[in-house]
């Protein structure tokens, strides 16, 4: 066998071991992208049920009994948040709706508590926090928003 041939032999080995890690690669970038998207609509749904309650919370004045279904409602969305999403939107999430919560039940049913108005300024910044932090995690773009 002459070196022509050990040159050939060793080419096709080495085209074939890199096929096969290329395509090992592929696979992985293919599977993370998939176990990334995977929650997808179901955190869509529960990020957009929190702050569709917790507006429901700030801008109406409502009675005590249907505050408590609201907070029902947001405590079963903040705990799949907390279960499918990433540390930077359950962090948001956990000061969107302490914050809520404490404004919203806390004040609304006391005597001479802070308007409507007052709620909602105080509960702005940790919506907005939640709300940049679901975006990105989602991948939504302002190009997505327009």
């Known amino acids: 066998m002459g070196w022509p041939e050990v040159v050939i032999s060793v080419a096709g080995i080495l085209g074939t071991l890199g096929g096969t890690f ?38 109406r004045h409502l009675d005590v009994q249907e505050v408590d279904k609201l907070f029902v409602a947001m405590s079963e969305s903040y705990a799949h948040i907390q279960m499918l999403s990433s540390k930077p939107v359950r962090e948001a999430a956990e000061a969107f709706y302490s914050i809520s919560q404490a404004v919203g039940f806390r004040e609304l049913g006391e005597p001479g508590s802070v308007s409507r108005e007052e709620r909602a300024t105080r509960v702005a910044p940790a919506r907005e926090a939640f709300v940049a932090a679901a975006r990105k995690e989602l991948r939504i773009t302002s190009e997505d928003l327009m």
């Open 22 to 59: 290329a395509g090992i690669r592929a696979e992985r970038r293919r599977w993370e992208q998939e176990q990334r998207s995977r929650f997808h609509p179901d955190r869509y749904a529960k990020y957009t049920q929190l702050l569709q309650d917790a507006d429901k919370v700030m801008r």
